[in-house]
């Protein structure tokens, strides 16, 4: 069973750059696609954006200016930087894998709360 | 993008009774290739991550409970839960995986009477 689990600062600074990595354990990275997914408190889910295990990525461009993401298949692990942050970033961000049928997030992580704020 | 917009954007239903979720694509999410529609339904309980229901836009995952069924194809889709249980309430979301970028409905949710 695939499990993903993220990590990383609850609390970051105006302007400053939001760091979140997501563990995957139960199974091999290769040759998934892994996505960033967040839902503002009380609100919807927004697609961030996406990286296969090769390394290639795709970004949504409303973020896309500030986003960077990578990947470590060596640790089994990937991960998201987004700078310039605001309060309008302030969310739970979930990490997913899409599934070798057609790309459905088929598994999630828990979710952790970044909070942006002084 | 492919603006996804679910209707309604909430719903109570007696237990027992059917639940009906529309969920309207911009634009077709049919791939020519395959003839698939991609679009998938996920149910999402308070302090939980979404979990997948339906993909295809009719096939339900491993272990889901035979009252959800989706259906539609192209732009139209529906998700119904007949014989609406307790453990049914949440909010349901629709998603394309057409392309990216990938976009979610709205949202509905679903109260118990």
């Known amino acids: 069973q695939v499990q993903l689990q993220e990590s990383g600062p609850g609390l970051v600074k105006p302007s400053g750059t939001l760091s979140l990595t997501c563990a995957v354990s139960g199974g091999s990275m290769s040759p998934c696609f892994w996505s960033w997914i967040r839902q503002p408190p009380g609100k919807g889910l927004e697609w961030i954006g996406y990286?296969?295990?090769?390394?290639?990525?795709d970004y949504n461009p409303s973020l896309k200016s500030r986003l960077t993401m990578s990947i470590d298949t060596s640790k089994n692990q990937f991960s998201l930087n987004l700078s310039s942050v605001t309060a309008a970033d302030t969310a739970i961000y979930y990490c997913a894998r899409h599934s070798l049928r057609g790309g459905e997030f088929d598994y999630w992580g828990q979710g952790t709360l970044v909070t942006v704020s002084s | 993008d492919i603006v996804m917009t679910q209707s309604p954007d909430s719903l109570t239903v007696s237990p027992g009774e059917r639940a009906t979720i529309n969920c309207k694509s911009s634009?077709?999410?049919?791939?020519?290739?395959?003839?698939?529609?991609?679009l998938a339904w996920y149910q999402q309980k308070p302090g939980q991550p979404p979990k997948l229901l339906i993909y295809?836009?009719?096939t339900r995952e491993s272990g889901v409970p035979d009252r959800f069924s989706g259906s539609g194809s192209g732009t139209d889709f529906t998700l119904t839960i007949s014989d609406l249980q307790a453990e049914d309430v949440a909010v349901y979301y629709c998603q394309q995986y057409y392309n990216t970028p990938r976009t979610f409905g709205q949202g509905t949710k679903v109260e118990i009477k």
């Open positions: 634009q077709s999410v049919i791939y020519r290739s395959n003839k698939k529609n991609y």
């Open positions: 295809w836009a009719s």
């Open positions: 990286i296969h295990y090769s390394g290639s990525t």
